[in-house]
């Protein structure tokens, strides 16, 4: 659905993009994370030309959108909605204008877009609030007139600006499944970016990490998850996901102290029991957390085993056969 | 004699009122669209154009820089060529028309530059021509200081128009000099000031009217 080639943007002194190459595909919610500065609002901007690369092709929906006069660039943006943290809706305008401005702009008749309007208001769930101003509304209703405002031309793409950062977990939460349901329900491709993981976990079927305008890790959200590489893709996934063990525990240790990951099969398979049957040891749990990616589980699980060193040893080896992940905190004394 | 002196200020009300007029109504046809011109040749705007954003802005500035005392002398010649006359309230209007149209043109940009950069690229992404964008995202936006502009404009005409007087124009300014000042009539005088105190007071207290009524923040 989107394609990147070399895509570098440069401003006089920076290189805010630098030379990404991505594609995402039809259905997808990708994300891009990154903080304040890694380049991900000018990548994202790039997309509907907003912000025109210094070099690099764009393709939307197989054409070449960096080839394309202004006027054509215009009809294209009919294609690509797109939403913001600050909403940025016409304060002077209506709820109802502010929706019907995307159909003008469009150049649909006067009867067909006060036809379509309330459709676009029922879906987001604000079909009362049609006569309000955007400053009587909240964040998250203001929020969802920009998606309405979005999805007005029937795009294929829609881009978020860092869409839920200005609002509470949730109407975050709320304003993420209005978002999965537009997606599943419509087939829109979703590009998301954002600064927290969390987000990423809820919806994105794929992400990409970005640091100093260049992408560091990329891959499905699951795998990303379950086995971060880039140390700023650590910092992100301990972000929603983070052991940290009072330091009494580790003192008074009496065995090895381990963190097991687990992944998809594997986090269904009873591990542990085997474990202790095939094994003279005793093993204490220390903290276990299960997470639903996708559907799919992604356990860590933090044991002490007790018993003799050999036994310890081997024990941890055939653990680390069958989950692939895991990592010793703290040796036997 | 009193009915003398009413006749007199009715008269010069209507003068002023009517060179006011003309003023006001060219700010507003000329004044609007160069400040938008002056806006959107910005950098980073749609028209983004140096060469028009500086001409425009430097003939704004020289015209702006002058005193209004002397633009007033200076465009004698100039309302003689288009209007055949210097005297009188019509001819009076011309110099305070190319004061205003400047001045209410900065004033227009200036509110216009007050609309969040981000409401400009959101009607962009939505695929917005720029002549859209102009109708009914800047205008609308920029309405009600727009309107506070105009009130600002029309306060300042009113000070400038008493000017005129000075060089034949007719109007309040004229009525106050001739009688007040000529004739050391100094009732004339204060009724005179006291009079346009209240006008001041009542034409700011319209446009702030105005401008909280358009203003849907």
């Known amino acids: 659905m989107i394609r990147l080639e070399g895509i570098t943007k440069q401003y006089k002194n920076t290189t805010a993009v630098h030379d990404i190459s991505l594609t995402i595909g039809k259905g997808e919610i990708f994300g891009i994370i990154g903080y304040s500065g890694a380049g991900k609002s000018t990548l994202v901007r790039c997309l509907n030309l907003l912000e025109r690369p210094t070099k690099g092709k764009i393709f939307v929906g197989g054409e070449e959108i960096t080839a394309l006069s202004d006027r054509d660039i215009r009809k294209k943006r009919q294609e690509i909605g797109m939403i913001f943290q600050h909403f940025h809706l016409i304060s002077a305008k209506t709820v109802f204008d502010n929706v019907a401005f995307s159909l003008k702009a469009a150049g649909i008749p006067k009867e067909e877009r006060n036809a379509r309007v309330p459709e676009l208001l029922e879906m987001v769930g604000l079909a009362d609030k049609a006569k309000a101003y955007p400053a009587q509304l909240s964040g998250g209703q203001k929020q969802r007139v920009a998606i309405a405002r979005a999805l007005a031309n029937n795009p294929k793409v829609l881009l978020c600006d860092e869409a839920t950062s200005a609002l509470d977990p949730t109407t975050t939460d709320a304003i993420l499944q209005l978002l999965k349901e537009i997606n599943r329900t419509l087939g829109i491709t979703i590009v998301l970016i954002t600064h927290e993981m969390e987000v990423v976990q809820k919806i994105c079927d794929r992400v990409a990490v970005m640091e100093a305008g260049k992408i560091v890790e990329l891959g499905t959200v699951y795998d990303v998850f379950s086995g971060p590489e880039h140390p700023l893709t650590k910092e992100f996934v301990q972000s929603v996901h983070s052991f940290s063990l009072p330091e009494r525990l580790l003192e008074s240790r009496k065995g090895t102290i381990a963190k097991i990951t687990f992944k998809g099969d594997s986090a269904e398979s009873p591990i542990i029991s085997e474990t202790l049957a095939k094994f003279s040891i005793t093993i204490n749990i220390l903290h276990g957390q299960i997470t639903y990616i996708n559907d799919k589980p992604l356990g860590t699980l933090i044991i002490e085993a007790i018993g003799s060193r050999q036994e310890i040893e081997a024990a941890i080896r055939f653990i680390a056969a069958r989950t692939k992940q895991l990592e010793v905190l703290a040796d036997v004394a | ?217």
Do not use: H
């Open chain 2, 1 to 217: 004699m009193l009915l003398d002196l009413v006749n007199e200020f009715g008269k010069a009300f209507l003068e002023t009122f009517w060179m006011m007029s003309i003023a006001v109504l060219f700010a507003v046809l000329v004044g609007v669209p160069l400040g938008i011109a002056l806006f959107v040749t910005r950098e980073g705007m749609f028209f983004e154009n140096r060469f028009v954003q500086q001409v425009a802005g430097t003939i704004v500035n020289i015209i702006r820089s002058i005193p209004f005392i002397i633009l007033l002398v200076v465009l004698i010649p100039f309302t003689k060529l288009i209007l055949g006359t210097s005297m009188g309230p019509t001819a009076a209007s011309v110099s305070l028309t190319v004061a205003a149209i400047p001045f209410y043109a900065r004033l227009v940009e200036a509110s216009l530059r007050e609309i969040d950069r981000g409401v400009i690229e959101a009607a962009e992404s939505c695929g917005a021509s720029p002549w859209l964008i102009m109708k009914d995202v800047l205008l609308p936006e920029a309405k009600p200081g727009m309107i506070a502009g105009l009130t600002v404009t029309i306060i300042s005409l009113l000070s400038y128009s008493a000017m005129a007087g000075i060089v034949g124009g007719g109007g309040i300014g004229d009525l106050a000099i001739r009688f007040g000042y000529y004739r050391f009539q100094n009732d004339v005088m204060l009724i005179t000031v006291i009079i346009l105190i209240i006008l001041v007071q009542l034409i700011q207290f319209i446009g702030d009217r105005l401008a909280k009524a358009a203003s849907k923040k």
